[in-house]
């Protein structure tokens, strides 16, 4: 347990790229590595589709993600260092996405949640597991988006 005045540690940045590069091409290989979010559980694992900001072809990352409602929701944390992802970066250029789920694949329209919504969203991240101490963890950076997915 940390003291409340301490931020706590992550694994070193070669791990956590390590462990994204690893669930992408598990997925890409097997098909598998996706999960639905269980509240009082783990959360899900999503694959979003983008298209890229400079290049305008498809790019793809597995992220975290809750639902409310028929919307995905998830942070754009990149391992909670203070720069954006990229995938963020290039839904705030190209909002109109994919996501591929164990339910299937569907249309979305990314946009970050502001105000009492943003504050409502943040609070559910606590009801699933695998997000870790997420109110300390956000101290590292400015700012932290929480990012909606919304059927298109």
Do not use: K
Not at 70 to 94: F, I, K, Q, Y
Not at 95 to 111: K, L, N, Y
């Amino acid at each position: 347990m940390t003291d409340r005045n301490e931020t706590p540690a992550l694994p070193p940045r070669w791990f956590v790229r390590g462990a994204w590069t690893g669930h992408r091409l598990l997925y890409r290989a097997t098909g598998r590595g996706l999960s639905l979010p269980r509240p009082g559980g783990r959360m899900g694992m999503l694959r979003l589709r983008t298209v890229g900001r400079r290049t305008g072809r498809e790019r793809a990352v597995i992220l975290g993600y809750h639902l409310v409602g028929d919307s995905c929701v998830t942070l754009a944390m990149n391992g909670w260092a203070e720069a954006d992802p990229a995938w963020w970066t290039n839904l705030r250029a190209h909002p109109r996405a994919a996501v591929d789920t164990v339910d299937g694949t569907f249309a979305v329209v990314g946009r970050e949640a502001a105000g009492q919504e943003r504050d409502r969203l943040w609070a559910r991240f606590d009801d699933y597991e695998g997000w870790g101490d997420i109110d300390a963890f956000s101290s590292r950076r400015t700012h932290t988006p929480v990012v909606v997915l919304d059927r298109a």
